[in-house]
């Protein structure tokens, strides 16, 4: 997985990311622990999320069937934290995985988006991101183990990618370790291409690469 740091905007991306810990997902975080204790939060989620948002998709959930299973996607809701908390934990180790006050400050921010993944009634995945047209950043992809290969990352990318070309993204960025060759060959098969090497991104002064992928007014990546 990728994790990323956020610096305060999407203009102000470079040199603010963490290590990967396996697969192939994206996680930013801050670059400051200030910036989440300033963030008072509360009500803030909710009320973003009512007047950034389209209501096209907001209340929508579709049924997609992939390796024999149907999974539902849907938006966030306040209900879910506990769980996708849990299912960060697993996905990282201690220090790479979000606290909750840096999982909260991501979901409250104006222009993210978190859309779920259920498998019969569990979260199976999430994913979160943030934008700001016509850019796009993906903040994290995390696919719970017994899910894993199985296509769950691949329905939420796309679907989040159509909602971003809704809003007017054009762009979106990511940034993965040079190391993280499943994670690599995962965002190159849904047209992400390397733009960059960031050099000492991680710690451990591990580099990483810059992926992009421009969006055109259909696109959706490979199911």
């Not at 049924?63 to 769980?83: K, L, M």
């Not at 019969?120 to 994913?127: C, P, Q, R, Y």
């Not at 992400?192 to 960031?198: I, K, S």
């Not at 690469?209 to 990546?221: D, H, I, P, W």
Request: with cysteine; proline share 3%; hydrophobic share 35%.
């Amino acid at each position: 997985m990728t994790k990323l740091r956020l610096q305060g905007s999407l203009e102000k991306r470079h040199g603010d990311a963490l290590i990967p810990c396996g697969g192939y997902g994206s996680h930013r975080r801050l670059q400051k622990v200030s910036d989440c204790a300033a963030w008072s939060g509360t009500g803030r989620l909710t009320e973003n999320r009512d007047c950034r948002r389209k209501i096209v998709f907001l209340k929508r959930a579709d049924t997609h069937r992939i390796s024999g299973v149907s999974v539902t996607i849907r938006q966030y809701e306040p209900r879910d934290f506990a769980a996708i908390y849990k299912l960060d934990q697993a996905c990282f180790p201690a220090g790479i995985a979000y606290s909750k006050m840096m999982l909260r400050y991501y979901l409250a921010q104006r222009g993210a988006e978190c859309l779920i993944a259920m498998d019969e009634g569990k979260i199976a995945g999430f994913l979160i991101s943030e934008e700001n047209p016509p850019l796009g950043h993906i903040i994290t992809l995390d696919v719970a183990q017994p899910h894993r290969r199985q296509g769950v990352g691949t329905v939420l990318l796309a679907e989040n990618e159509a909602h971003m070309v809704f809003r007017g993204v054009r762009t979106i960025l990511l940034e993965t370790a040079t190391t993280n060759e499943a994670g690599i060959a995962f965002w190159e098969r849904h047209g992400y291409r390397r733009e960059a090497v960031l050099k000492n991104y991680y710690p451990d002064r591990l580099d990483a690469f810059e992926m992009r992928k421009l969006l055109g007014a259909t696109s959706r990546s490979k199911m």
